[in-house]
């Protein structure tokens, strides 16, 4: 990949990875980008760098546009490691003394990761950094995705450089929101419900504070995936939406099964949920990946959780499962678990107590089935998946 100009003296100088299938848990089916930037004004500037492993295609897409020595300052927006990774090797070319601008927490986690050795200066809101005829102005973004997180603002040419904010795993030939049209949102919609949903309330501090700031970007700079040029405004009237976790008129039944019984019953509660017509997704732990899940629990307004019970305890999938979307705290749900036992019964309790943990509203205390849903047994079901519809009424799809 080559350079790509975004404005003027601005330049994309990132890496793509084609072949990335797992991001910390996260199923990445089509990849991911690391975009960093180079600003070549009277101080040449570099926001952010790439994972270690990509350092060398980064610092070619650098050397096509400039010689790499003569970076004079480094802004690191985030120090996760898919954006400093490459920050030695930078350093190293470059000079350890130039200074490297990132948030007063940036400061610390980039001395944990990589020791004192760099010139880090901590930047605050009131700090603007001038590099000749362009001047930067930064905002710190904690928690969006790490507390080090800030968003990098170019006042002149009113573009957002924001860091892992409004990005989306996918790598591909396009670098823009109008070579991809409509198609990369399904990609930024995942992206938020498996990295930033548990920050949803600070987001909509987020896109508050932007507006209060009364910046108004011609283009958005994620960190991953395409750069928003064509309609920047529509991923952040999607973050606002998305923060807001309203339910719709949509219904998940997850569950993982042994020998048949609860996929039996989360079959019965789906026609309850279908008879109302609710828009259900019905997914099998083993044949779905729980980033996937996550993805279509965010916009739901019901979930219903099913395990049959293993050894005392939950089949393993749907432990995963809880565990996973426990740490990305949806909100505004009905819930329900299920599941179908031998002899002891455990996994219902354990489900019914982790959605509770999460806050999800309660529709039933959960329904089991001794070894097979009988005839009765999965009316049971069916009425749960009614009743959850009927709750559901009203709302829209
Ligand atoms: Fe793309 Fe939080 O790193």
């Known amino acids: 990949m080559k350079p790509v100009k975004v404005s003027d003296d601005i330049y994309w100088v990132g890496a793509i990875d084609w072949n990335i299938r797992d991001f910390h848990g996260y199923a990445t089916y089509e990849g991911t980008t690391y975009n ?3 600003i070549l004004d009277e101080k040449i500037t570099l926001i952010d760098t790439v994972k270690k492993q990509f350092a060398d295609e980064m610092m070619k897409n650098i050397g096509e546009l400039i010689d790499p020595k003569k ?15 490459a920050l030695p ?16 927490m940036g400061l610390k986690n980039l001395s944990g990761h990589f020791g004192d050795r760099f010139n880090l200066q901590a930047v605050d809101k ?3 950094l001038n590099t000749g005829r362009k ?27 924001s860091s892992d904010g409004f990005g989306q795993h996918y790598a591909g030939w396009e670098r823009f929101d109008d070579q991809t049209g409509e198609a990369i949102m399904p990609h930024a919609l995942k992206y938020y419900a498996n990295i930033l949903l548990p920050y949803s309330p600070r987001i909509t501090k987020l896109v508050k504070q932007v507006a209060e700031a ?34 719709t008129k949509k219904a998940v039944v997850v569950y993982d099964t042994m020998w048949e019984s609860t996929r039996k019953m989360a079959e019965a509660i789906a026609d309850g949920l279908i008879s109302e017509d609710v828009e259900t997704k019905v997914m099998r732990l083993r044949t ?4 996937d899940v996550m993805t279509e629990i965010m916009e739901a307004g019901a979930v219903f959780v099913g395990s049959p019970t293993l050894n005392n305890g939950l089949f393993p999938t749907v432990a995963d499962l809880l565990a996973y979307m426990k ?57 749960l998946g009614r009743k959850s519809g009927q709750a559901l009424a009203g709302i829209e799809s």
Request: proline letters at 6%.
């Open 327 to 383: 740490g990305l705290r949806p909100r505004n749900k009905l819930a329900a678990g299920f599941g179908s036992y031998g002899w002891t019964g455990e996994s219902i309790k354990l489900i019914t107590a982790e959605l509770e943990a999460m806050k999800l509203e309660l529709i039933d205390p959960g329904l089991s089935a001794h070894w097979v849903p009988d005839d009765d047994g999965l009316k049971k079901c069916f009425e």
């Open 36 to 38: 960093a930037f180079l």
């Open 71 to 85: 970076i004079d300052y480094v802004i690191s927006n985030h120090t996760e490691m898919d954006h400093s990774g």
């Open 288 to 291: 779905q990946h729980r980033s």
């Open 126 to 128: 009131d700090f603007e």
């Open 214 to 247: 009364g910046l108004k970007p011609k283009i958005i700079c994620p960190d991953h995936g395409i750069m928003w040029r064509e309609n920047p405004a529509k991923i952040v009237e999607a973050y606002a939406r998305w923060a807001e976790q309203k339910p």
């Open 135 to 161: 001047t930067f102005v930064f905002m710190e973004t904690r928690m969006v995705h790490w507390p080090d997180s800030m968003f990098t603002y170019a006042k002149e040419d009113n573009i957002l450089f």
């Open 89 to 104: 090797l930078v350093m190293h070319v470059i000079g350890e003394d130039k200074p490297v601008y990132c948030s007063k």
